[in-house]
């Protein structure tokens, strides 16, 4: 990856999380107002919802990401919120 493309990606991550968390601050309102807010699953600990995919048309890891065992597999992908 160059350096420049590593630093486009850092960059885009940084607003993405920024976006997240400026959206849930602004909304959190609303959402109490409106009785949507659930209770905490196990109090006194930081839940994580994960959800993935599983991309039939991939076939082929990334080149980059060949000789990586712990490299993301062709087609799945993983989403934390």
């Not at 850092?10 to 807010?37: H, M, N």
């Not at 839940?47 to 060949?66: F, Q, W």
Request: hydrophobic share 35%; aromatic share 4%.
């Amino acid at each position: 990856m160059s350096r420049s493309t590593a630093k486009s990606t850092e960059l885009s991550l940084i607003v993405s999380q920024a976006l997240v968390r400026y959206s849930s601050k602004e909304l959190a309102p609303i959402i109490e107002e409106l009785g949507g807010k659930q209770p905490s699953i196990l109090p006194g600990y930081r839940i994580k919802i994960i959800d993935g995919n599983n991309l039939a048309a991939t076939e082929h890891r990334l080149s980059v990401l060949r000789d990586v065992s712990g490299g993301p597999l062709p087609g799945k992908s993983c989403f934390g919120a």
